[in-house]
């Protein structure tokens, strides 16, 4: 009997396969089955294997999808302030506040809405260094230089004398009458309103001598006692070598704080700090507390210093009696007292704005999933504030499903987010312990202030 004659007999009088007898035909003979015999009919239930079905489908990845979903959410989260919130496969946060992380090791998160280690040092609302940064004077605290018209003469800048590095602010204002002044102003701001708060004032100082009062900077426009919060720091005062500070209440009273006499040398380096805490004046030089006297009685403890209304006026205060020297390294703290505890050693180095961790970290809270994972993705945006930042090395992410254990990620490079802003990934990686207690946790490394500082700008969990 032939094998088509085996076929035939498979088959009703419609054409139609005979179920009862399917079990019995051999693999090899279905083979032959015309397609004409199919066209009708129905074929009865039967377990297809896996690989009959996937052989010929084309593999579907939706990464691409859940990419361009993360990336609009942090775009949302961002223009609309949002703080961190999840989904049922999605967590974003861009550090609109802290409610999102914890256990954060050297980095600090910016009133900004980032996350880095490095960060500006508390209460720091003026530092110039001498024109290190920049030939124009400029307060490296908030990146403002004095506009043309607020600075008076040539660029106060010299190699003559400098205290670190190779510049420092020079000022020729020897007795007032000299007609080459050279003075900046910066304009009136609440950086100069302390208020009866802390704060504290220093910078060193090199004065050739002479035989005027100097006045080394101030919050002025004139010598009005009435003039609320006004302040003046002079050297020299009365030609005794002293410090001298004074503040103009909204009175007759003046506060005058002083030193004794003789306290620095001519034709040296001094450090100069004068702070206030909790209501009570110290004046230091060279790290070196000095004895006091004051005008009115309490120490000042009540006297407001500073306001929003006058400009801050830097080798000289609106008198005519300017400094004649050389200024370097100069700050001033708003809400804090530099140095005020305790004797110190001044400065060995040009102060900076910023305090720097080599490396740090930060972690998300926990973030709870409907169901078990050991499956999880991110995207992060991230901003090269100075110097590159190497994915994978200076900046590293960890990933965990049981909020223990972490497994890292390897991230790939995506376009950038904004200008300015750039965007990395990872999808789909295989968490070492599966659960629904998710984490995310991000470390810093090889960060130097100035040279390379990474930003985290945001974060979007894909589980």
């Given at each position: 009997m032939?094998?088509?004659?085996k076929?035939?007999?498979?088959?009703?009088?419609?054409?139609?396969?005979?179920?009862?007898?399917?079990?019995?035909?051999?693999?090899?003979?279905?083979t032959?089955?015309?397609?004409?015999?199919?066209?009708?009919?129905s074929?009865?239930?039967?377990?297809?294997?896996?690989?009959?079905?996937?052989?010929?489908?084309?593999?579907?990845?939706d990464?691409?999808?859940?990419?361009?979903?993360?990336?609009l959410a942090?775009?949302?989260?961002s223009?609309?302030?949002?703080?961190a919130?999840?989904?049922?496969?999605m967590?974003?946060?861009v550090?609109q506040?802290?409610?999102?992380?914890?256990?954060?090791?050297?980095?600090?998160?910016?009133?900004?809405?980032?996350i880095?280690?490095?960060?500006?040092?508390t209460?720091?609302v003026?530092?110039?260094?001498?024109?290190?940064?920049n030939?124009?004077?400029?307060?490296?605290?908030?990146?403002?230089?004095?506009?043309?018209?607020?600075?008076?003469?040539?660029?106060?800048?010299?190699?003559?004398?400098?205290?670190?590095?190779?510049?420092?602010?020079?000022?020729?204002?020897?007795?007032?009458?000299?007609?080459?002044?050279?003075w900046?102003?910066f304009?009136?701001?609440?950086?100069?309103?302390?208020?009866?708060?802390d704060?504290?004032?220093?910078?060193?100082?090199y004065q050739?001598?002479?035989?005027?009062?100097?006045?080394?900077?101030?919050?002025?426009?004139s010598?009005?006692?009435?003039?609320?919060?006004?302040?003046?720091?002079?050297?020299?005062e009365?030609?005794?070598?002293?410090i001298?500070f004074q503040?103009?209440?909204?009175?007759?009273?003046?506060?005058?704080?002083?030193?004794?006499?003789?306290?620095?040398?001519?034709?040296t380096?001094?450090?100069?700090?004068?702070?206030?805490?909790?209501?009570?004046f110290k004046?230091?030089?060279?790290?070196?507390?000095?004895?006091?006297?004051?005008?009115?009685?309490g120490?000042?403890?009540?006297?407001?210093i500073?306001?929003?209304?006058?400009?801050?006026y830097?080798?000289?205060?609106?008198?005519?009696?300017?400094?004649?020297?050389?200024?370097?390294?100069?700050?001033?703290?708003?809400?804090?007292?530099?140095?005020?505890?305790?004797?110190?050693?001044p400065?060995?180095?040009q102060?900076?704005?910023?305090?720097?961790?080599?490396?740090?970290?930060?972690?998300?809270?926990?973030?709870?999933?409907?169901?078990?994972?050991?499956?999880?993705?991110?995207i992060i945006?991230?901003?090269?504030?100075?110097?590159?930042?190497?994915?994978?090395?200076?900046?590293?992410?960890?990933?965990?499903?049981?909020g223990t254990?972490?497994?890292?990620?390897?991230?790939?490079?995506?376009?950038?987010?904004?200008?300015?802003?750039?965007m990395?990934?990872?999808?789909?990686?295989?968490?070492?312990?599966?659960g629904?207690?998710?984490?995310?946790?991000?470390e810093?490394?090889?960060?130097?202030?100035?040279?390379?500082?990474?930003?985290?700008?945001?974060?979007s969990?894909?589980?």
């Open positions: 032939s094998k088509n004659r076929i035939a007999d498979l088959l009703d009088d419609n054409g139609d396969v005979k179920s009862t007898h399917l079990d019995n035909v051999p693999a090899v003979d279905l032959n089955l015309s397609a004409s015999n199919l066209t009708s009919g074929i009865p239930d039967a377990r297809v294997p896996a690989s009959a079905v996937s052989q010929h489908a084309t593999s579907f990845d990464n691409k999808i859940v990419n361009d979903i993360s990336t942090i775009r949302q989260a223009n609309e302030n949002k703080g919130y999840n989904t049922n496969s967590y974003v946060d550090f506040d802290a409610s999102g992380i914890t256990g954060l090791t050297n980095a600090n998160r910016s009133t900004d809405e980032y880095s280690t490095i960060a500006s040092e209460g720091l003026f530092l110039s260094d001498g024109g290190e940064t030939a124009v004077f400029q307060n490296q605290a908030s990146g403002s230089d004095v506009s043309a018209n607020q600075e008076q003469g040539a660029p106060l800048r010299s190699t003559s004398q400098e205290k670190f590095g190779s510049y420092s602010h020079y000022f020729t204002n020897n007795g007032g009458g000299d007609t080459n002044n050279k900046a102003k304009n009136a701001s609440s950086d100069w309103s302390w208020g009866t708060g704060f504290s004032i220093d910078f060193f100082m050739p001598g002479g035989s005027y009062e100097y006045s080394m900077m101030g919050l002025d426009t010598e009005a006692h009435n003039s609320g919060g006004n302040w003046w720091l002079r050297c020299n009365w030609n005794e070598n002293r001298r503040a103009h209440g909204t009175s007759s009273a003046v506060l005058s704080v002083y030193t004794g006499t003789n306290v620095w040398s001519d034709n380096w001094h450090h100069i700090c004068v702070a206030r805490k909790s209501g009570n004046i230091f030089i060279d790290g070196v507390s000095q004895n006091l006297t004051f005008s009115i009685g120490n000042g403890n009540s006297y407001q500073g306001n929003t209304t006058q400009p801050l830097i080798g000289r205060s609106a008198t005519s009696q300017g400094f004649y020297g050389y200024l370097d390294a100069i700050r001033m703290y708003k809400g804090t007292a530099k140095y005020y505890d305790s004797n110190f050693t400065p060995t180095s102060p900076v704005a910023t305090v720097a961790s080599a490396t740090g970290s930060f972690t998300s809270n926990n973030i709870t999933a409907p169901s078990s994972t050991n499956k999880m993705g991110a945006t991230y901003q090269n504030n100075a110097g590159t930042n190497t994915l994978n090395s200076d900046i590293v992410l960890k990933l965990s499903a049981d254990n972490f497994t890292t990620a390897t991230l790939t490079a995506m376009p950038d987010f904004a200008s300015g802003i750039k990395a990934k990872v999808n789909d990686l295989t968490i070492a312990n599966a629904t207690s998710l984490k995310y946790k991000i810093f490394a090889n960060q130097a202030g100035g040279s390379k500082e990474a930003r985290i700008r945001g974060v969990l894909q589980y």
